[in-house]
């Protein structure tokens, strides 16, 4: 029995906090990837955020394509909404030109309203754009540390679901290589007579054939219907992949490699089978390596 200790890239978890006048929300979420590809949507006017932010996920997280966003809001929206009186004149002054140039040109302008005014950029001041972001970005930080523990267990949580499938999986290929083993070597008397039959033809039409090149011939079909060292490399590889299982750590880009070769073996099995049996349980192989490879490549 293998003690799989996988992790999913899969995952999600969300949290809300507040503190020193704000109120926010978190939200984070994982998918599969080839590396760890984070995007992050932040508030820009909080110094030091980001860096802080994408360093604490690569903590947790080795791999995957990671979407964290981050909503943050004043407690009190009234305090935070302040004119900035320069900017004001200032917009106030470029709407008379536009104004006037407009009416210069025969295009009369309707005037805007007051709540159009203030939305512009510069007439007021968002409270954090223009106060010290310190005090808030640690606390910030301080609640982005359970969000990731959850987020990180969630993960942990897919990758032990994860791990009982990929084990039962290698276990079947397990059985399906003793089967096809035991396949081989029940066909072997038939193959060998295959064989002998095919060289009395040949040497029977060909009074005069080159002995060497005869026995050249024979052992290339020898070799070309021996499937004895798939089967041990398919044994080997399940040896392989339960070494992994027992691994800590990201093992995804290890085990998604191992899948290739395990379909190796698999095809290769198939194509010099020559036997109903053994064709079949190939087959199966096939089958059973192509359902792991698609949970082997939610492995972070």
Not at 20 to 44: F, M, Q, T
Not at 102 to 126: H, K, N, S, W, Y
Not at 201 to 226: F, H, I, M, N, S
Request: hydrophobic fraction near 50%; charge should be negative.
């Amino acid at each position: 029995m293998v003690n799989a200790q996988l992790v999913s890239m899969t995952g999600f978890a969300a949290r809300r906090g507040q503190g020193r006048g704000y109120a926010w929300a978190w939200e984070i979420r994982s998918v599969n990837g080839k590396g760890l590809d984070l995007r992050v949507r932040l508030p820009d006017w909080i110094e030091g955020l980001e860096p802080a932010v994408r360093a604490a996920v690569a903590k947790v997280a080795a791999r995957g394509n990671v979407t964290l966003s981050l909503k943050i809001a004043r407690e009190d929206a009234g305090e935070a909404l302040r004119v900035n009186a320069a900017g004001l004149d200032a917009v106030l002054e470029a709407l008379g030109l536009v104004k006037a140039r407009a009416g210069a040109l025969g295009l009369p302008l309707a005037d805007p309203t007051a709540a159009e005014v203030l939305a512009l950029r510069g007439v007021t001041d968002q409270g954090g754009e223009t106060e010290e972001t310190a005090p808030l970005l640690a606390a910030l930080l301080d609640d982005l540390a359970p969000l990731l523990k959850d987020f990180a267990a969630m993960r942990a949580a897919e990758g032990r679901a994860l791990a009982t499938v990929i084990v039962g999986q290698v276990d079947r290929i397990a059985v399906l290589g003793a089967e096809a083993k035991a396949a081989a070597d029940a066909r072997r008397p038939e193959t060998e007579r295959a064989l002998n039959d095919n060289l009395a033809r040949v040497l029977a039409g060909a009074a005069e054939a080159d002995p060497a090149r005869v026995a050249q011939e024979l052992a290339l079909l020898v070799v070309k219907a021996d499937v004895t060292e798939e089967i041990d490399r398919l044994a080997a590889h399940v040896e392989a992949a339960r070494a992994l299982l027992a691994e800590t750590g990201a093992i995804g880009r290890k085990f998604d490699f191992l899948m290739q070769e395990f379909m190796r073996e698999a095809n290769t099995l198939c194509s010099k089978s020559g036997n109903a049996a053994l064709t079949r349980i190939g087959l199966d192989l096939k089958t059973v390596i192509d359902q792991m490879r698609e949970q082997v490549q939610n492995v972070e």
